[in-house]
């Protein structure tokens, strides 16, 4: 599973490393909500996006303040 704010670092590596073995594993985007991932159709992170339900709003000294909906 990948978790992520935004582009994935390294995409381009991470697709040349997982292309042509997709019966060895399932791969995830964990994503904000409002992070749409934009990659070809031919890539192994095509279709794989999982939004999260919950918007990280601020943090103040290390606490966060979540909201929830």
């Avoid at 490393?17 to 749409?36: E, L, M």
């Amino acid at each position: 599973m990948f978790l992520t704010r935004g582009p994935l670092p390294l995409l381009p590596l991470w697709e040349r490393f997982f292309k042509g073995h997709g019966k060895y594993f399932s791969i995830y985007v964990h994503t904000d909500p409002g992070y749409v991932l934009n990659v070809s159709s031919g890539s192994p992170f095509y279709g794989r996006q999982i939004p999260s339900k919950v918007w990280i709003v601020s943090t103040l000294y290390g606490k966060f303040v979540w909201i929830l909906h």
